[in-house]
């Protein structure tokens, strides 16, 4: 069945009136046939105190991987409320790279009883990776992989799969170890399959392997995949010993969360890794604040530059009224340049021996913008401005705007493009040096250049 | 071995040297062992007339693998410079999905010279995925998937595997149907390992399948990916036939692509689909120029309301220096709760019936962080702006700035999270609504507030 067009608001509505009469028969058929995720989803939509209920409905296995889909609230009061034998059900059906991604959002005494609870195996493998640091490689690896000795005939190989493969995150693709568990080619079940089965791993394998180590910046190790189409990365210790494997799964959530990361950052906001209907209203203020009050502070020294000028303003009052074009035009044409090289930063497509090359490019597309604008700019000026508005535009005036604009949007695109490489090259995050930070730089210099122009041209 | 630390400019130029001195074999052998993506960038680093030389080195099956990673222009020029034979080697080597992406950026001479030299079954599939609109899933799906029938016995969907198997984009998932072609399940590679090998497809498969249909947008189909966990997923027609299968690689390139456009369109550009480098000044300028000249000519209002209070601010000259302040935080704060919501939504997490709970959010967090901001004004006003800047600031001044801040913050918040969720419901690009043109309004409402405060308060 194809359920993509099933109207949750139903699933919903039919769901609680099953739990309010008792039907729980019912209820348990209606999720039967639903992916997991649509499942938590439902869950969540239900009044807080079914959860419980709802979850003891579910059979074993589709229980845990709904388990894994529910926000972490959800998760921590059904932990509470588990009996032993219940949370050891539940921990022992994880993945080991879900679980560990659970007991990070727990509090320290539900880890403790997590951890009481799993047997020493799992317990083991769970402290292993939770040692690792938060952005590292080993923090999102799980230790459920198959690897195949190097003399290993095919046809050991594919008895070993059938053996652990049930509990393995992934067949798809198999490593290759020598005794001492050092990394030295991969085999993918297609080869296996394709393979003559006395072959040997070091006849078959493919020793082109690209890894990750342990403590590698995870989503460098994400980028990797998109780069190369993997479905699972192998991850290495320092002595390139084989220590787990990275699913293409997990590397998309990281390929996600710094995207968002990067597009907060882009808009003056500190991640909170949450989803914003999950954030609380102090953890979004405290998100939005520091940068606020930075770039409210900044925004004085234009306030000082437009002081400085009053004398200027009062005798041509007009020049007032383009002020907020200038500063937005400069704003915008800036934010423009910063935040295409933030994106090429982030995709890998622009590095800091490209600087001469982006400068370059923006400069002629700064000139050419700038013209542009200034040509249409002129002729609103002449005809709108003074006809419709009766602004008391001079033609010197317009020609002070309009070269006042040219050498914004010079400036802007210089700053806006080279900001954001500069700070990836002394090892700041670049997506800092966008639109917001752009534009305060930015406001200062356009007022500056027209300020300029205007005593240079009016005589003021 | 491990290549990624790999300095490719050290190959690059052990490269040249080798081409220049004839060196082929050496040459040959420098990129024997790297990626395919790896070798496509180096080749692309070396002098244009040498591309064709170097592919010319390379052996057949890598050779159409670096073909696919190489950019069009590249891939354009080796087209035009193949034989017949050489062209038929490459195509034939390509992977269905791969061929149509490298078909769709080329000019219609280079087409038809492709479509006349693949053999006829080639032929009809590419026009088959070519009919499909550009944002569609059918326009990304592949046909080289494997099916297996309902009766079919694990026996023998393996014997099916291994004998078609090679030339399939992947054999992790294989997909069930009757004769007629109608989609009806799943079974993977695992699956088929650790079954009994008398079982049939009926009694193995999962059933709950969740597929796409060919005319679904691109980007939607890609987003189930991310939510299911999916390495690939089913296309059918309208008739629920199996017609394709789309891969994790192709889907995680959608959501690539998306996400850059949507940071292009949230910074005021009109997408170009290209890397930053590769696009020409003229492209660049045409995607930047629209918005910039809509948000100059948008401005006016602005300037117009500047304008209007002309008196009140040759009253008080002091107001004019806290314009720039009060703009930029009205336009920082609207476009935090923009950016924040339109990402919500392009991650699914946000809908129009969470319009109420976001606007609630955002009133609360506006009321939070205004008071805070206007605090500090406040303090900063009376103690550096005074003492330091020796800015005539009376408290009745200060109380209007600050006031002002208050009901900005409040106004540019509840702007800035609603326009995008209208936006959506409307069917426009939510994108659009981010900070430029939430900058555009705010600017025009805070200055409208401004003015009637100072003319309430100073009585002008």
Not at 36 to 63: G, H, N, Q, W
Not at 217 to 236: G, I, N, S
Not at 309 to 336: C, R
Request: with cysteine; charged share 25%.
């Amino acid at each position: 069945m194809n359920y993509q067009k099933e109207n949750f608001q139903d699933l919903i509505e039919r769901m609680e009136s099953y739990l309010k009469e008792k039907k729980y028969v019912e209820a348990r058929d209606t999720l039967t046939d639903l992916e997991p995720v649509d499942i938590a989803y439902i869950m969540e939509s239900l009044p807080e105190d079914t959860i419980p209920v709802v979850f003891r409905l579910l059979p074993k296995e589709p229980a845990a991987e709904v388990f894994v889909e529910l926000d972490s609230d959800s998760q921590e009061s059904l932990i509470k409320g588990f009996s032993k034998s219940e949370l050891k059900e539940v921990i022992d059906e994880l993945y080991l790279d879900d679980a560990v991604d659970i007991i990070e959002e727990m509090p320290a005494n539900v880890v403790r009883r997590i951890l009481a609870t799993a047997d020493p195996e799992t317990r083991k493998n769970i402290n292993n990776i939770l040692q690792y640091p938060e952005d590292s490689t080993g923090s999102i690896m799980t230790t459920e992989y198959i690897d195949l000795k190097i003399n290993l005939t095919v046809e050991d190989a594919l008895k070993k799969i059938r053996r652990v493969g049930q509990d393995m995150e992934t067949i798809n693709v198999m490593y290759v170890v020598d005794v001492d568990r050092h990394l030295l080619g991969y085999v993918s079940i297609r080869t296996l399959l394709l393979a003559d089965e006395h072959d040997t791993m070091k006849e078959i394998m493919d020793d082109n392997i690209i890894s990750a180590s342990t403590l590698d910046d995870q989503e460098e190790t994400a980028r990797k995949f998109e780069k190369y189409d993997f479905l699972t990365m192998p991850v290495v210790d320092k002595e390139n010993r084989l220590v787990g494997i990275v699913t293409i799964d997990d590397a998309i959530d990281v390929l996600t969360e710094e995207t968002t990361e990067d597009i907060e950052k882009m808009a003056a906001i500190a991640p909170t890794y949450k989803p914003y209907l999950n954030t609380g209203i102090m953890e979004t203020v405290k998100s939005r604040i520091p940068w606020l009050l930075l770039l409210m502070v900044s925004a004085t020294f234009t306030g000082q530059i437009i002081s400085s000028f009053e004398d200027a303003l009062a005798a041509v009052t007009v020049l007032n009224a383009y002020i907020p074009m200038l500063m937005d035009t400069g704003g915008n044409g800036g934010s423009q340049a910063s935040v295409t090289v933030i994106r090429g930063i982030s995709l890998e497509e622009i590095t800091l021996k490209d600087l001469a090359k982006v400068i370059w490019k923006e400069i002629r597309v700064a000139v050419v913008v700038g013209i542009i604008l200034a040509c249409c700019n002129f002729v609103k000026l002449m005809l709108v401005d003074t006809m419709l508005f009766h602004n008391p535009i001079t033609l010197t005036v317009a020609l002070v705007i309009c070269t006042t604009l040219v050498f914004t949007v010079f400036a802007a695109k210089l700053v806006g493009c080279s900001l954001p490489i500069f700070a990836k090259a002394l090892g700041f995050d670049p997506a800092v040096m966008a639109s917001p930070f752009i534009t305060t730089i930015v406001d200062a210099i356009s007022l500056l250049i027209y300020f300029q122009f205007a005593r240079m041209f009016l005589h003021l």
